[in-house]
């Protein structure tokens, strides 16, 4: 009875609440009506899969990539790994107008070097939450946590840092997420560069913050350490290289 009390009370004054039940995991969410924002209210474990929005792309990059013909695209396979070995260049970028298979060739690259490529996003423009520019470095940051244990071991450690991450800002993300515990780590053993992977930027929400993930690829790039990179796809509208 004290429970039921507990969400009426919830319910008088906020917009929504749910409970969200995962094996060992209990979570209560409630959705501000003033801030639109998701605000964990008391669960009994908190680990990054509770604290990250993510998406899983894998089944898409699977169906995308079996459209790739073998032999084609050679300059780009040899363009990609002589960046993967300069130690001098973050960013690797694809432009290409509609049509062009740039998303063939994306998950192509993300699956040929699956060794560097630890985390990739595909934008979407009719997926409002595939474009925010927030998601899709918050996506970045999970699917790198589960492939690459001494970051996630680094963000585990200060987890209670992170709980209003969905709050901030996408340049306050990068630098606060990626930019900081990456620059305290080394790369993984015989792996020159690892790579975060961004495909469709046009389709993402690029025009909407002016801080936010174009700013970032032009001027927030060159703060990772040496060892990361970011591959991106874009049409030639998002000025990217401008």
């Not at 990054?48 to 894998?58: A, K, N």
């Not at 790994?81 to 130690?87: A, L, N, R």
């Not at 979407?124 to 790198?144: F, G, V």
């Not at 927030?220 to 998002?238: F, I, M, Y």
Request: glycine content about 6%.
């Amino acid at each position: 009875m004290e429970t039921k009390g507990f969400c009426i009370a919830l319910l008088e004054t906020l917009l929504f609440v749910c409970i969200a039940q995962g094996g060992n995991k209990v979570g209560v969410y409630v959705i501000n009506a003033d801030r639109g924002a998701i605000v964990n209210l008391h669960h009994a474990k908190e680990d990054i899969e509770t604290i990250i929005p993510h998406f899983d792309f894998q089944a898409e990059i699977i169906k995308h990539a079996e459209s790739f013909l073998p032999g084609t695209r050679k300059n780009i396979e040899l363009g990609f790994t002589e960046w993967i070995g300069d130690s001098k260049r973050n960013l690797f970028i694809i432009i290409g107008g509609p049509g062009l298979g740039k998303t063939v060739i994306m998950t192509h690259l993300a699956i040929l070097f699956k060794k560097h490529v630890l985390a990739s996003h595909l934008c979407r423009y009719d997926i409002l939450e595939r474009r925010q520019p927030r998601r899709i470095i918050l996506s970045l940051a999970y699917q790198l946590a589960m492939n690459f244990p001494p970051y996630r071991q680094k963000i585990e450690k200060n987890l209670s840092h992170y709980n209003d991450v969905t709050t901030r800002t996408a340049s306050e993300i990068w630098d606060q997420l990626l930019v900081a515990p990456l620059s305290t780590l080394s790369p993984p053993k015989g792996v020159p560069k690892i790579i975060l992977l961004i495909d469709a930027l046009d389709e993402s929400a690029y025009q909407d913050d002016r801080q936010g993930i174009l700013h970032i690829l032009r001027n927030k790039v060159r703060d990772l350490p040496s060892w990361v990179g970011v591959a991106v796809s874009s049409r030639p509208e998002t000025g990217i290289i401008d």
